[in-house]
């Protein structure tokens, strides 16, 4: 499957933005869907998941409340609602999809076959 990020750009703190992860080569029927986020000299984040089938999605503690993941079905894409940007959640945004993981090993960015290409968020102060 490959997957294609999209809605990046350039904000100002306190704006929302909404990042777009779409599917091609089959849909995301049976996969857990994760967004990633990495900051230039950090490691790369959990950000939150959303199983496909059921719906259930987890987010990182320190962003609950603020991101909120979505699909739709109809266009095979998944969403990351990001609300009240500040400056420090400026990085490369990538989402990424795997078929079989587990709960608890759904925020390490290993458990997951593929990849997007990352798309980059900068919030200004």
């Known amino acids: 499957v490959q997957l294609q990020a999209s809605g990046g750009g350039l904000v100002q703190a306190g704006d929302s933005l909404r990042l777009s992860c779409a599917a091609s080569g089959r849909t995301f029927s049976g996969y857990t869907v994760g967004w990633f986020r990495q900051a230039p000299g950090k490691e790369r984040e959990f950000v939150g998941v959303?199983?496909?089938?059921?719906?259930?999605?987890s987010y990182a503690d320190s962003l609950k409340g603020r991101f909120t993941i979505s699909r739709d079905n109809a266009k095979n894409t998944v969403y990351l609602q990001m609300n009240s940007l500040i400056p420090e959640d400026t990085a490369v945004y990538y989402c990424?999809?795997?078929?079989?993981?587990?709960?608890?090993?759904?925020?390490?960015?290993?458990?997951?076959?593929?990849w997007g290409q990352g798309t980059q968020v900068t919030v200004s102060s």
């Open positions: 990424a999809a795997g078929s079989r993981i587990i709960n608890s090993a759904w925020s390490r960015w290993n458990s997951y076959d593929y």
């Open positions: 959303i199983r496909w089938n059921s719906r259930v999605t």
